[in-house]
């Protein structure tokens, strides 16, 4: 049987026979001429109209192929430990690499679990000790690190491993020692614990130095010459390898970069797994949000009061910013990644060096920021060219869409 479509300037036969071979469609180029005799058959028409007939393939093998890569597989998703072994195999990362990050993800996930049932096995509130920046550690605070420390030295690729909750770096045992120097915030934060609001883990991770590393011993607490050792590699920010956050929320996403721009994994509770969920993550240039805590607004110097004035000032859609301040810097830079806006935390008259510490919360973020093109400074120079003279060195910063701070920089300026 043959069935006859009219186009705007041809009649198309299509044929209905279901043989192995691919379907055809003939192409009449005069179909006036054709018509002119309805009651012809086809085998005449074809005949007398041979010249103006062409025969072509439907649905080739070549373009099936292509309609397949196109449609994407409800099942068809990219964990984090596939992702990462892609990045080896392109020669991105080294073996040893890909076995810390995947490391840190096994301790976001064991401090998610916690955070999920801290009210349940009574884990909120504070542990009664402080930290060496005089800061009040929660119950959190403390095993949060120690779960991070375990995970660390477990991969058997750490030597050094440098935390907010630890008075000064920790040399890994011999027996699991690596060389990869990891620094992080097990819990950033911590105050919103309590209140089951945002919370997250920030790390950064610095290439190994043997000569370094080779004059520590088996102590594994580092004196004050070794202390200047690690501060040494661990300088400046631009000289990450990695950085990375987890946020603990809603969803829990795993925010990662290896010089390769920025990428978001979200977990997935059905499989236990972390699945790629954005790629190539790029800040906007510009944002409508600022996020400042305001309560400190008549602590700071008179140009960032102007700045912030001005933020307030309906702008030309007739729409001042609007501000957003979640106490956790995971939270604000995880929204300004993808919303655009400004974060600062600048010095006032009680914090003269600033609140932020540089090494692994300052740096980590600012390298995040600039691999998805935004900018980061302490409202002089690029956090990420800032050398720490001590491990829990503080500083200002200024961090978010690139038109924001430079907007920021002619008031500072």
Known sequence: MVEAISTPSSWVFFSSSRSSLSPFH????????LLSSPNRKLSSIAGGFAAGIRCEAVGTAA?????????????????????????????????????????????????????????IMNLTGGQGTINVQGEDQKKLDVISNEVFCNCLRSSGRTGIIASEEEDVPVAVEETYSG???????PIDGSANIDTALTTGSIFGIYSPDDNCLADIGDDST?????????????????NLLAAGYCLYSSSLIFVLSIGQGVFAFTLDPTYGEFVLTQKNIQIPKS???????????????DKLKKYIDGLRQPGSNGKPYSGR?????VGEIHRMLLYGGIYGNPINKNAKKGNLRLLYECAPMSYLV?????????????????????????TPIFIGSPEEVQKLEKYLA
């Open 26 to 33: 003939l192409r009449v180029s005069h179909p006036k001429t």
């Open 370 to 394: 600039e691999q998805a093109g935004g900018k980061a400074i302490d409202g002089i120079q690029r956090i990420l060219d800032i050398k720490p003279e001590e491990i829990h060195q503080r």
């Open 179 to 185: 060389n990869y120097i990891v620094v992080f915030d």
């Open 222 to 238: 580092l004196g004050e010459e070794e202390q200047k050792c690690v501060v040494s590699v661990c300088q400046p920010g631009s």
């Open 63 to 119: 373009s099936e192929v292509e309609i397949k890569k196109k449609k994407k597989s409800m099942f068809e998703i990219e964990n984090l430990t596939t992702w990462l072994l892609k990045q080896e195999q392109a020669g991105i990362l080294d073996s040893e690499l890909t076995i810390v990050l995947s490391s840190i993800s096994l301790a976001c996930k064991q401090i998610a679990s916690l955070l999920q049932r801290s009210s």
């Open 325 to 329: 301040y979640i106490g956790c810097l």
């Open 287 to 301: 944002g409508k949000i600022y996020s400042f805590n305001e309560g400190n607004y008549d602590l700071w110097d």
